[in-house]
């Protein structure tokens, strides 16, 4: 977040410290090396496609968190780990055919496979626009920094957690790619991911903004318009 009457933390997902960064690197270079191994290129194309857009995303996170501000006080290394055991393990199912999980739940339709690409790639620029917008502001694990700004420019005009919602977003629209029940066990642990996130950082960022937060807060939606 990051200018105007300022509003919200970090708002980041994956990872900040280099070694968690590589980490995240090579799960999704073991994700395209997967669906190498078990997807001829041309029949699954999709699947390619949008795994490539993970590991453009994950590049991108992690050379744009290298301008995050000193923390004044931060979330639990246990704690967070929690968050990124969730994140990534939800991530590998989006694309494992897991046995016993391979049924398609979606209706026969050529439509599913464009509609998730284009999803996975509009959230993915949600999360780029509420990145900029934070500025030094973010981190990928709940933080207050040092001089901590409650960002409410761009999209944090309507959503205190856009960069959540771009997250879960992006791992609808692979799913919708994928289309099988695994990657429908994925979203559904990146939602109980977010979900623990979403109310750990609201806390501290009442505790932080006090009767200034409270009143974004009643300004604004969590991460989905019109519903929470």
Known sequence: MASQPQASLRAGTFKVSRPVA????????????????LSPPLKNWPKWVS???WVAFSMYWSAAARN????KSSEATESRRVHEVLVNVALFLLYLPVPGLRQSFLPPSAAWI??????????????????????????G???????HELVRSGPYGLLRHP??????GMYIGTALVVGQVHSLVGVAMVLVAY????????AKMREAFGSKYDDYRRATWGVVPGLF
Do not use: C
């Open 141 to 147: 694990r709940i933080e207050i920094k040092m001089d």
């Open 163 to 168: 960069i959540y919602t771009a997250m879960v």
């Open 68 to 71: 995050s501000a000193a923390a």
């Open 51 to 53: 795994a490539l857009g």
């Open 195 to 202: 979900w623990r996130k979403v109310r750990m950082e609201e």
């Open 114 to 139: 464009p509609a998730g690409l284009a999803m996975q790639a509009s959230f993915f620029g949600l999360a780029v626009w509420a990145r900029r917008h934070l500025g030094s502001n973010w981190s």
């Open 22 to 37: 590589y980490l995240l690197r090579l799960v999704l270079i073991g994700i395209v090396g997967g669906i190498v191994y």
